[in-house]
């Protein structure tokens, strides 16, 4: 579905991606793991289209399609959604505009969608401008009510466990499992996904296929997720850095 | 066709359809089963003036001084005085004003609302009117008043004087729609008094700009209780030039009073002001806020909220902002699928419907023509 190939960004003039190399097939979900500053949200920036994280060589493609050129919009369209770690406010702008916006072309899903929103509790966000003044487990469950509204075919989660409390991560946990669970007509086929956590507690309960390791803007270690989580838990991103150097 | 042939047609149906689909765009219908009464001056006829309720009268201003002699005087020059006018009114035009008189008779709860078409086609340089509008005590209007010009009119002046009255508890909602040609200018001169709890709401909305609009309504509340909200959205581009006020003298207690303008300067200048003159226990706000999008060299948006206060018990406040669409605001609505054209617009459409509720449908349709011209960047 996604492949990334030497990929290298630079924001601000400073180098985060240096040469990314990454393959997500159809039907899994990848986990991205790395220190603070390592690059995890500029590379799912970059594959979304955010010009700021200008792409200085290598390539990103979907379904066969270089899309390195695309931008935004175009990208969104083939099917590439984002919930991000830290999304503007937007003033003016009510969630409930935007979800219209967004259901208008998929008048099937509205039912759908408003049995999430009463799930989610989230009728009172309905009429607030986008983001703002929400707590952070707030804006993780709007952001991530437009990703299902939208059914993207691939979707990222950038720490949608950031600043949530207990509470939350169960009902965040299980929001992104409806968005990755089989469509009808794949009923035996996952959806795509690249997230973003390292949360044990969401990770006991969001499947995922393979994780990956960045370190400074380099993916220096792939493999079975629950292999590399155990190591990182027991001490910390420290043998990766290590493991890279030797 | 000489001015005396001309019979007003009491029936709005009798409409020319090119007219009626022109004057659609400014919210005034052609069927006369949506309105309680209707208003139509094309150029400096009345083509149509007609009332479907007993409680509300609508005459063409000239009929009506000759039905009614306690007209001039009392209400007629009654609010804004004729000398002080600053508009070229000379007597000819003042003894047989073109424009329209309306009256709400007491107790009368109006359910459809009213309107007023005033049309310029070009064959005539100047529209020169003079509006009286009465509410008697009790009674509720909604007034929708469409000012446009025929989009091949070049040139040509709209001058309106408007003296409106609403009586004790009574209640006036005027919203104005403008839609003009781009060099006409257009200078509105309005002035309103509310008495004891009535109540008046004014909304403007400017969809394509005119030339020079220069527009400073002002309105006194004379009785307890008595409020006054002024909202008023314009779209301001190239080669235009907007001057927008409102002044609110809050006279009595417990009278209250809000402003609030929007601007989106896509070119042109605006200038947007508010005065609130505090003379009594009251409370009042005055909000300017504009947003520009791609002004180019010379356009820009001033915005001037006042405050002026005579009591001590006079809570007033004002606010007023300006800024630029923040362009991660616009990515990240294209990242769910928006084109970046659509994402302004929608930010604009937040801006300008932002703290503002209940406008109904007419007028969020207006107002989301005009995000959608200023998405274009026109
Ligand atoms: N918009 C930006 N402007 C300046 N520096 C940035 C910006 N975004 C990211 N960076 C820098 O790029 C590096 C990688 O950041 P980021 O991708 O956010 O890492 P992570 O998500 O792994 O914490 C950091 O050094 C960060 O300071
Ligand atoms: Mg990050």
Redo the contacts between chains.
């Keep these: 579905m996604i492949s990334i190939n030497d990929l290298q960004v630079e924001v601000e003039g400073k180098n985060v991606l240096n040469g990314v190399n990454l393959e997500i097939p159809e039907g899994e979900v990848h986990l991205l793991l790395g220190p603070n500053g390592s690059g995890k949200t500029s590379l799912i920036m970059t594959i979304?289209?955010?010009?700021q994280y200008r792409i200085t060589g290598g390539s990103i493609s979907m379904n066969g399609q270089d899309i390195t050129e695309l931008?935004?919009?175009e990208r969104?369209?083939l099917g590439i959604?984002?919930a991000?770690q830290r999304?503007?406010s937007?003033?003016?702008?009510?969630l409930r505009?935007?979800l219209d916006?967004?259901l208008k072309e998929h008048e099937d899903k509205q039912e759908r969608v408003l049995e999430l929103i009463k799930e989610a509790n989230m009728e009172s966000f309905l009429d607030r401008?986008?983001n703002e003044g929400l707590s952070g487990g707030e804006i993780k469950r709007s952001e991530i009510l437009?990703l299902l509204s939208?059914q993207p075919l691939f979707a990222m989660l950038d720490e949608p466990d950031s600043g949530v409390d207990l509470d939350s991560l169960e009902l965040l946990s299980s929001m992104i499992n409806i968005l990755f669970s089989p469509k009808k007509e794949y009923p035996a086929k996952r959806g795509t996904g690249l997230l973003i956590t390292h949360s044990t507690y969401m990770l006991d309960r969001i499947d995922v296929d393979k994780a990956h390791v960045m370190i400074a803007g380099e993916l220096v270690c792939s493999g079975h997720p629950q292999i590399i989580m155990n190591k990182i838990v027991d001490s910390g991103f420290e043998s990766c850095i290590e493991c890279r150097e030797k | 066709m000489s001015r005396e042939i001309i019979m007003v047609s009491n029936n709005i149906k009798e409409l020319d359809r090119n007219d009626s689909t022109i004057l659609s765009e400014v919210g005034i219908s052609t069927e006369d089963e949506k309105r309680s009464g209707t208003f139509v001056l094309k150029d400096s006829e009345p083509v149509c003036s007609c009332s479907s309720l007993e409680g509300v009268e609508l005459l063409p201003m000239a009929e009506a001084l000759e039905k009614y002699d306690w007209l001039w005087g009392q209400y007629y020059w009654g609010l804004i005085p004729e000398d002080d006018s600053p508009l070229p009114m000379d007597q000819t035009i003042s003894k047989k004003p073109l424009g329209y008189f309306l009256r709400v008779k007491k107790g009368e709860h109006v359910k459809l609302p009213s309107q007023a078409a005033l049309y310029m086609t070009g064959s005539l340089g100047k529209q020169i009117l003079h509006n009286v509008v009465i509410l008697e005590e009790d009674s509720e209007l909604e007034l929708i008043t469409g000012c446009i010009s025929n989009a091949f009119m070049r040139g040509g002046e709209h001058i309106a004087v408007s003296e409106t009255y609403i009586g004790k508890n009574a209640s006036l909602i005027n919203t104005m729609v403008h839609s003009w040609g781009r060099d006409v200018r257009v200078k509105p001169h309005s002035a309103t008094i509310v008495e004891e709890g009535g109540s008046y709401v004014s909304n403007y909305i400017s969809l394509r700009p005119a030339g020079i609009v220069d527009s400073n309504p002002v309105t006194y509340l004379n009785g307890t209780g008595a409020s006054a909200k002024y909202f008023s959205v314009i779209l301001g581009s190239e080669s235009s030039e907007i001057t927008l006020g409102g002044d609110v003298y809050l006279n009595a207690d417990e009278t209250s009073a809000e402003i609030a303008h929007r601007a989106v300067c896509t070119g042109g200048k605006i200038i947007q002001k508010g005065l609130l003159v505090g003379k009594a226990s009251c409370h009042a706000h005055v909000d300017c806020s504009g947003m520009l999008i791609s002004p180019g060299e010379d356009g820009y948006i001033e915005s001037i909220p006042g405050l002026r206060s005579h009591h001590e018990e006079a809570q007033m406040s004002h606010e007023a902002s300006i800024g630029k669409i923040a362009p991660q605001q616009v990515q990240y609505l294209m990242a769910h699928g928006m084109e970046e054209r659509e994402a302004i617009s929608m930010i604009v459409r937040g801006f300008l419907d932002a703290d503002i509720t209940g406008l109904g449908p007419e007028l969020d349709q207006r107002i989301a023509e005009i995000a959608e011209l200023a998405g274009h960047g026109e």
């Excluded at chain 1, 979304?48 to 010009?51: D, I």
């Design positions: 979304m289209g955010y010009p931008d935004i919009t969104a369209r959604g984002l991000e999304p503007p937007v003033s003016g702008v009510k505009m935007l916006y967004i401008d986008i437009l939208r």
